[in-house]
């Protein structure tokens, strides 16, 4: 082999080699890649199932915030009327623990719902008597009860004591 033949053979082999490292260096970093790769998708499925614990907590806590909402916005309550008597409301009968004068369609509630959000101001709906703003209070000893308020005594009297669904209304 002539030295041109020589320095070809030598330059394909060099090729040759330089081919083969390039592709085993090719190889190692696919397979660095592929390692970093199976890496990131084990994170990525830690973080997914991480979220979907925390979804479903979340969604838990909705659930149960939702029961006590029900529960707190819709009662069978006792429900009685009352009327502007020193009696019934003491020394000054005309007004209302909210520091309103009494009227028709203000109602009394019980201290147990009003530490339960049945709050002044708010409305509720007594099932076969209508709408009625929350003004006042009841006395201590009353628990579970709604007062409705009407000017004439004897018709308060007359109302009676009753049983009924009282709902809690938005707003």
Not at 7 to 19: D, G, K, N, P, R
Not at 101 to 114: E, N, W, Y
Not at 131 to 149: G, N, P, S
Request: hydrophobic share 40%.
């Amino acid at each position: 082999m002539n030295g041109h033949g020589a320095l070809v053979v030598t330059a394909l082999f060099s090729a040759l080699l330089i081919a083969l490292v390039g592709f085993g260096t090719q190889s190692a970093s696919r397979l660095e890649a592929a390692k970093i790769y199976e890496h990131q998708i084990a994170a990525l499925e830690s973080e997914r199932n991480n979220l979907l614990l925390q979804i479903e907590e979340i969604q838990s806590a909705k659930t149960e915030e939702l029961i006590k909402f029900n529960d707190a916005k819709i009662k069978d309550l006792t429900i009685t009327a009352y009327s502007p008597t020193v009696r019934e409301c003491g020394p000054d009968p005309h007004t209302t623990a909210s520091m309103r004068t009494v009227r028709p369609g203000f109602v009394a509630v019980s201290r147990d719902l009003f530490e339960q959000g049945w709050k002044f101001g708010k409305k509720v709906y007594v099932k076969g008597h209508g709408i009625f703003e929350i003004a006042d209070l009841m006395a201590k000893r009353h628990t579970k009860r709604l007062d409705i308020f009407i000017p004439n005594t004897e018709e308060a009297i007359r109302f009676g004591k009753k049983q009924t669904t009282v709902a809690l209304l938005e707003g």
